[in-house]
């Protein structure tokens, strides 16, 4: 066997892929690409991460979401919180995305993300069109009610450092593909608006 | 938002995952899987793996290759060839694996992996039955015959330090759920045992 089809003679090695991304995407129906929600602890973006995955699987999409839960357990629990460590951090998250683009897969990461240059540069992994960011927008002080872990108030009370939205600064996304006012929309609503950026981007049908 | 999902009014807010990996096998008709190819340089690993592919994806199944290709200059690309990096490189490769296990993917990776420690490292990270061990047996003296980028000569000649089979040791998978005599059987004859083994394990029908 080898990659034109062509009859081979004993010992030709070839280990090019054949299986691409377009004939995984054709196969199902939709594209892959990265949804990166970015936004203040509490700001929504693992909620709404998780109910547009559901609303896409139950459309036969294939989804994947990247958060804490799956990440800094496993591929990065050898990662602290230095400023060194969280760069790599998101950069991991970047290059994991890519792969599951390359598998046709969309992809929701839901990760603070507080710093414009990290996330441009995950951004500039991809080709364009593949990266979407999306701003979950909400007061500091919204985001500090829901607050389920209590982490807003054990910032204040100095007890985590370089808590971001407390002691450490987060950097608005000046140019997202998407804001979501999450302190204004209900779930469905932020849904809605992001699966209509998913149609008008080509996506989804 | 609270943690434990119990709705809560008047803006229900919660966030876990509802689409498990059980729903997307369930919707793609297979099971995810690590199919972890270990063996010598030129050994066949990237070639099974990539027919293995083929022919898998021909019956619509969700599959992606990890090899150097895509892991060395991308989510790997901080790490070199020291003891460390190298065992370093095989857990990120495993933590990824788990990953695309969750989404419900068929993972090929294809890596020399030349130790068991890391190999077993990276069967700890996966249920039972979720991580398949593909041993690429074929002696030296052919992995050498093919070579197809002169690593081998190289390695000789000390232009190529620890490598492989050369001047680094490989330890042979004492219990991998199969063995495939690279020399012996034609890549269609290795992708038939390999397509028995997940029928077998229950992976495809």
Known sequence: ???????????VVWHH???????????????GVVLWFTGLPSSGKSTIAHAVEERLHQTRCRTIVLDGDNIRHGLCGDLGFSAHDRE??????GEVAKLFVEGGTVVLTAFVS?????????????LHGDFLEIHCRCPVE??????????????????????????????????PELALDTARLSIEESVEKMLTLLRDRGVIR
């Not at 507080?114 to 991809?126: I, S, V």
């Open 88 to 93: 790599e951090n998101i950069r991991r998250i």
């Open 142 to 175: 919204v985001c500090e009610q829901r607050d389920p872990k209590g982490h807003y108030q054990r910032a204040k009370e100095g007890q985590l450092k370089d808590f971001t939205g407390v002691s450490a600064p987060y950097e608005e996304p000046s140019d």
């Open 114 to 126: 507080p710093f414009r240059r990290d996330r441009e540069r995950a951004r500039g992994l991809l």
């Open 1 to 11: 066997m080898n990659e034109s089809g062509k009859p081979r003679s004993p010992d």
């Open 17 to 31: 892929a054949t299986v691409t991304r377009e004939r995984r995407e054709k196969l199902q129906g939709h594209r």
